[in-house]
């Protein structure tokens, strides 16, 4: 119904930046919510950053101030700007989509399939 697709991972040196992006196709009625969430090894998948439909953001308190999260919804995509980045930011970074389907009336969520971010010297 909906797919969505990630893309800008990679390893990156302590201070650097990386751009994440993800796109949404399928039989799209509706986009709400999106967000970015990420994944460390043994621990919990947390929330990022999230941007509503007209805009409003959040953002973890340990990303603030470093993270941007911006939406496009003319293309349906989300992207997350990440600058000085750290070690501690290495995960695995999920996409999330708050969506409705055509002729699906309820709202679903959907996920990425993940893509690696590895800050590193």
């Known amino acids: 119904q909906v797919q969505l697709v990630e893309s800008g991972g990679g390893l990156v040196q302590p201070g650097g930046s990386l751009r994440l992006s993800c796109a949404a196709s399928g039989r799209i009625f509706r986009i709400d919510g999106m967000a970015w969430y990420r994944q460390a090894p043994g621990n919990q998948r947390d929330l990022v950053a999230s941007?509503?439909?007209?805009?409003?953001?959040n953002y973890a308190d340990s990303v603030k101030g470093r993270f941007t999260i911006s939406r496009d919804n003319a293309k349906n995509t989300v992207a997350l700007q990440m600058n000085s980045l750290k070690p501690e930011d290495t995960a695995v970074y999920y996409c999330?989509?708050?969506?409705?389907?055509?002729?699906?009336?309820?709202?679903?969520?959907?996920w990425g399939q993940g893509t690696q971010v590895t800050v590193s010297s």
């Open positions: 999330q989509v708050a969506a409705q389907a055509l002729g699906v009336f309820r709202t679903t969520t959907y």
């Open positions: 941007i509503t439909t007209t805009g409003s953001t």
